[in-house]
């Protein structure tokens, strides 16, 4: 199962997008925090999740018997093309891409390639709406068949195959045909500081005391929340680049068992009041999981929002904070769609790494590991 995961410097200069003037505010102060997202859009958005599953590669090159939920997948409508898409973090593919973080070091001449011929594991989807879920016995219910990866940005498009997976069980869930996909809304404008947000994730919760061979966690169904855009910042990224996350935060998150971002909702998105999609997501901070070092995190990450957003995210109202990549527009959505079938040799990537002049965390599923 994939966890969240990404390297983050605690005091590295982070710098949002736009600086706001004047004393930091509280996320209910500003412009945009009565606008409320519709019940149309919270539906679209919860019916079109889906679980990323995965399973090894027989030697033989023969389908598996055993399936685990990878990531969280959002099935989409791309204008002008056919077949069936869907989203996803690129982090979730670290097996086949030799990068942990999702940021690929494409090699020159590509903008974008397909991973889908790596040699360590099968991928599908599964619906995220059933009961089945959280069966031993996974399978998925379509196959995928291209994942197009592309330079510095943690997101995967998905090209689902027409045929349908073998040996489904009778109660997997709603077929391939009954899952809607939303439409594709690259980022075209950027959302209001303030406006609410409908997050949602097919999370994994931790059985307490569970030890192996017995399950370690438990999938849950789609879980959804609300939330408040906060703003878009740059994280400092190795060769001197930037990668931007729309950051989002989340009341009443108490535990792992209301929290839409928690492990395993890595690629899953949000919608705005406005109707826009944010994702895939990339980066969770709550001072309430694994270990102390997280807690330093989220308390350097709050500096840092409200040195660069001028926001006072206060903890204990928001407990969690969700960091989604910034969705290509349709433009460059076209880079990812033409790299199915340009196959990239197994681990072609450097890993990212972010560097400053303090420690290194990183968000992962025992909590934040020092790599000083």
């Not at 983050?8 to 706001?20: D, G, Q």
């Not at 033409?338 to 990212?352: H, L, Y």
């Amino acid at each position: 199962m994939q966890r969240l995961s990404r390297l983050i410097t605690v005091k590295a200069p982070v710098h949002s997008v736009e600086t706001a003037p004047g004393a930091p505010v509280a996320p209910e102060q500003l412009p945009g925090y009565q606008r409320q997202v519709s019940e149309k859009l919270k539906a679209e958005l919860r019916n079109s999740t889906v679980a990323l599953l995965a399973a090894t590669k027989r030697p033989d090159g023969s389908m598996p018997d055993r399936w685990g939920k990878q990531c969280t997948a959002v099935m989409v409508k791309v204008p002008g093309y056919q077949s069936p898409l869907a989203v996803t973090a690129a982090h979730c593919f670290s097996q086949e891409t030799g990068s942990e973080f999702g940021l690929l070091n494409i090699p020159t001449g590509h903008k974008a390639l397909d991973f889908i011929k790596g040699d360590t594991s099968w991928y599908g989807l599964g619906d995220s709406s059933n009961e089945y879920l959280a069966s031993q016995n996974l399978q998925p219910l379509a196959m995928i068949e291209g994942i197009s990866i592309g330079r510095h940005k943690d997101m995967a498009l998905l090209k689902i195959a027409d045929r349908v997976a073998s040996s489904i069980p009778p109660n997997h869930g709603r077929s391939l045909a009954e899952i809607p996909a939303i439409e594709y809304r690259g980022m075209s404008q950027r959302p209001l500081p303030g406006e609410r947000v409908t997050l949602a994730g097919v999370t994994a919760i931790p059985i307490p005391d569970a030890a192996p061979p017995a399950p370690t966690n438990r999938n849950k169904l789609v879980q959804v929340n609300d939330g408040v855009y906060l703003g878009r910042i740059k994280l400092p990224e190795a060769g001197g680049d930037f990668n931007q996350l729309d950051l989002v935060a989340v009341p009443n998150t108490h535990g792992a068992e209301d929290d839409p971002c928690y492990w395993g909702a890595s690629g899953s998105m949000a919608i705005t009041a406005g109707g826009q999609l944010l994702g895939p997501l990339s980066l969770i901070s709550n001072p309430n999981y694994y270990q102390s070092s997280d807690r330093i995190f989220d308390r350097e990450l709050r500096l840092l929002i409200r040195d660069d957003l001028h926001l006072k995210v206060n903890n204990h109202a928001y407990p969690t904070i969700c960091g989604f990549s910034v969705m290509p527009k349709m433009t460059d959505l076209q880079a990812d769609l033409a790299a199915f079938g340009d196959f990239a040799p197994s681990r072609t990537s450097t890993p990212t790494n972010y560097r400053g002049v303090s420690h290194l965390y990183k968000v992962g599923e025992h909590g934040l590991i020092s790599e000083s």
